[in-house]
């Protein structure tokens, strides 16, 4: 073999071998004191670029569940105001109904407005103060707004929370007045009947309305704004559709049936109901009068009562059907004679399309009088809408074609019976909205907490994806850095043998 000292081949590949350990053993003892597997891109280039997409849609999930808390945070501050607002809507609801019974007197009612009033002003200043971190939550501004909530783009929950300020919250309503007029008879009565059947239209929606009740054998019947109500709460209401119709008449005061001695008999049509109280004395008292129209009304199972105001008769339905009454009156007199219609039934508040005033019966012996009032008819919704009420003929018979028109809480007056039924239905659509905004809230809490718990699995499991990539496998690593350790104790070792190989010259020179 060939023995030179200006170069030691063996030193020299044995010292190579030596760096080339202690880089190894030198890296795997940094991956054990950090725990980290890749140190530099240079240890695994693609390894390092999917741990890092990895690690930032970890972020970001991160980042998304704690969008979700925050909004969480603000939803529960906006539902927990909003059920303070229904809270007191339903007391305002309880008191408009404590009002609507007549046993209240004026003072009364007034208390009971002011109540309101207090529980009104109490709804506004929640929902105008409501807020998070100075964002208003319920005046309506909190609308068309996004929670991010996860690592890509357009990944939100869209919210949107209604206005709830007492001066947005009420009914869009119509309200028709109902006719009130007089005749001879009941089929005579042509401004208030027709033969063609009623038809309601409220936006793309139309029900033919039997809205009437068949005064005797003819095809003639009179316009019913209660039966119009039913027809509209069941045929309306999976849009949000709600109606009432009230009906109270006030008669003239009150003296006698007729001018004239005799026998009267009063036939009532009440709704699909009638019945008639006979040979009653035309000078018969109006608590008498009162009495009867009681007791055959409850005997028929009709909707009416009877009351007086003063010294007028009180006639109400409560559901709102027509009180349809004839009168016929047999005498001995030959002489002309009025039937007081407009002391039993009548419309004091101007809401008649013509009053017609006592009815002259001719000829004497017998006569037949009658008269008849609709009446009002309220259709509420918390939305605008516009509604045709009309026959087939086209007639406008109860209202008009018409748009709604927005009452608010600042509009519910308390102090008539009248005032106090519209509250009521007032108050139960806003607080039917209110709801709504409750449960719509609600159910953003819910999907936003489903996307929380969601996303804390999928953070969880892609951290465990980055870390299998990026981290050390400390049994495997602590295996290897042994290897390296004695292959760095095995190099020194043959290192040292191989500096002893120049000595072997020395032996040729002696």
């Given at each position: 073999?060939?023995?030179?000292?200006?170069?030691?081949?063996?030193?020299?590949?044995?010292?190579?071998?030596?760096?080339?350990?202690?880089?190894?053993?030198?890296?795997?003892?940094?991956?054990?004191?950090?725990?980290?597997?890749?140190?530099?891109?240079?240890?695994?280039?693609?390894?390092?670029?999917?741990?890092?997409?990895?690690?930032?849609?970890?972020?970001?999930?991160?980042?998304?569940?704690?969008?979700?808390?925050?909004?969480?945070?603000?939803?529960?501050?906006?539902?927990?105001?909003?059920?303070?607002?229904?809270?007191?809507?339903?007391?305002?609801?309880?008191?408009?109904?404590?009002?609507?019974?007549?046993?209240?007197?004026?003072?009364?009612?007034?208390?009971?407005?002011?109540?309101?009033?207090?529980?009104?002003?109490?709804?506004?200043?929640?929902?105008?103060?409501?807020?998070?971190?100075?964002?208003?939550?319920?005046?309506?501004?909190?609308?068309?707004?996004?929670?991010?909530?996860?690592?890509?783009?357009?990944?939100?929950?869209?919210?949107?929370?209604?206005?709830?300020?007492?001066?947005?919250?009420?009914?869009?309503?119509?309200?028709?007045?109902?006719?009130?007029?007089?005749?001879?008879?009941?089929?005579?009565?042509?401004?208030?009947?027709?033969?063609?059947?009623?038809?309601?239209?409220?936006?793309?929606?139309?029900?033919?309305?039997?809205?009437?009740?068949?005064?005797?054998?003819?095809?003639?019947?009179?316009?019913?704004?209660?039966?119009?109500?039913?027809?509209?709460?069941?045929?309306?209401?999976?849009?949000?559709?709600?109606?009432?119709?009230?009906?109270?008449?006030?008669?003239?005061?009150?003296?006698?049936?007729?001018?004239?001695?005799?026998?009267?008999?009063?036939?009532?049509?009440?709704?699909?109901?009638?019945?008639?109280?006979?040979?009653?004395?035309?000078?018969?008292?109006?608590?008498?009068?009162?009495?009867?129209?009681?007791?055959?009304a409850a005997t028929a199972g009709a909707d009416l009562s009877a009351s007086r105001s003063g010294n007028r008769l009180v006639?109400?339905?409560?559901?709102?059907?027509?009180?349809?009454?004839?009168?016929?009156?047999?005498?001995?007199?030959?002489?002309?004679?009025?039937?007081?219609?407009?002391?039993?039934?009548?419309?004091?508040?101007?809401?008649?399309?013509?009053?017609?005033?006592?009815?002259?019966?001719?000829?004497?012996?017998?006569?037949?009088?009658?008269?008849?009032?609709?009446?009002?008819?309220?259709?509420?919704?918390?939305?605008?809408?516009?509604?045709?009420?009309?026959?087939?003929?086209?007639?406008?018979?109860?209202?008009?074609?018409?748009?709604?028109?927005?009452?608010?809480?600042?509009?519910?007056?308390?102090?008539?019976?009248?005032?106090?039924?519209?509250?009521?239905?007032?108050?139960?659509?806003?607080?039917?909205?209110?709801?709504?905004?409750?449960?719509?809230?609600?159910?953003?809490?819910?999907?936003?907490?489903?996307?929380?718990?969601?996303?804390?699995?999928?953070?969880?499991?892609?951290?465990?994806?980055?870390?299998?990539?990026?981290?050390?496998?400390?049994?495997?690593?602590?295996?290897?850095?042994?290897?390296?350790?004695?292959?760095?104790?095995?190099?020194?070792?043959?290192?040292?043998?191989?500096?002893?190989?120049?000595?072997?010259?020395?032996?040729?020179?002696?």
């Amino acid at each position: 073999m060939a023995v030179k000292i200006n170069f030691n081949e063996a030193a020299a590949q044995t010292h190579t071998a030596l760096i080339r350990n202690e880089r190894a053993m030198n890296k795997s003892l940094l991956r054990l004191s950090t725990g980290v597997r890749i140190l530099s891109a240079a240890d695994d280039s693609a390894g390092l670029f999917i741990a890092d997409m990895l690690s930032t849609v970890a972020k970001a999930y991160d980042q998304g569940n704690r969008n979700i808390s925050t909004g969480i945070s603000a939803l529960q501050i906006a539902e927990a105001s909003a059920g303070q607002i229904f809270d007191k809507l339903q007391e305002i609801y309880v008191r408009a109904q404590n009002a609507a019974n007549d046993i209240n007197d004026p003072l009364a009612r007034q208390a009971l407005q002011q109540e309101i009033r207090n529980f009104v002003d109490a709804i506004q200043k929640i929902g105008t103060d409501t807020e998070y971190n100075g964002i208003k939550l319920l005046d309506g501004t909190y609308k068309d707004k996004f929670i991010h909530y996860g690592p890509r783009l357009e990944q939100t929950v869209y919210l949107s929370i209604e206005d709830v300020r007492a001066q947005s919250l009420g009914a869009h309503m119509i309200n028709t007045s109902g006719n009130k007029a007089s005749a001879t008879s009941l089929t005579a009565l042509t401004n208030i009947s027709s033969t063609d059947p009623l038809t309601v239209s409220i936006g793309d929606r139309v029900i033919n309305a039997s809205a009437s009740y068949t005064v005797d054998s003819s095809t003639a019947y009179l316009l019913d704004a209660g039966v119009i109500a039913n027809e509209i709460n069941s045929g309306l209401s999976d849009i949000g559709f709600k109606a009432k119709a009230v009906n109270v008449s006030i008669g003239d005061e009150y003296t006698a049936i007729a001018t004239v001695s005799g026998t009267a008999t009063l036939t009532f049509y009440v709704g699909e109901k009638t019945f008639s109280i006979t040979g009653v004395d035309t000078t018969i008292t109006l608590d008498e009068l009162i009495e009867k129209i009681n007791r055959e009304a409850a005997t028929a199972g009709a909707d009416l009562s009877a009351s007086r105001s003063g010294n007028r008769l009180v006639l109400t339905s409560s559901q709102g059907y027509t009180i349809g009454l004839q009168v016929t009156i047999t005498t001995s007199s030959t002489n002309d004679y009025d039937i007081n219609i407009n002391q039993l039934i009548n419309d004091l508040e101007g809401k008649s399309a013509g009053r017609v005033g006592e009815v002259t019966i001719t000829g004497g012996g017998s006569g037949t009088a009658a008269a008849a009032k609709v009446g009002d008819l309220y259709i509420a919704n918390d939305r605008a809408f516009s509604a045709n009420l009309h026959d087939g003929l086209g007639n406008y018979l109860i209202g008009s074609s018409t748009a709604s028109q927005f009452k608010n809480l600042y509009s519910i007056d308390v102090t008539t019976n009248e005032g106090a039924e519209v509250a009521m239905l007032v108050t139960e659509i806003a607080i039917r909205k209110v709801d709504t905004v409750r449960a719509q809230i609600g159910a953003t809490m819910n999907n936003l907490q489903s996307i929380f718990d969601s996303q804390k699995v999928a953070y969880d499991n892609t951290k465990e994806a980055e870390s299998v990539i990026r981290n050390t496998d400390y049994a495997k690593e602590m295996a290897e850095f042994t290897t390296y350790q004695i292959r760095m104790q095995a190099t020194v070792a043959m290192l040292a043998q191989a500096n002893t190989l120049p000595q072997l010259v020395l032996q040729l020179l002696r």
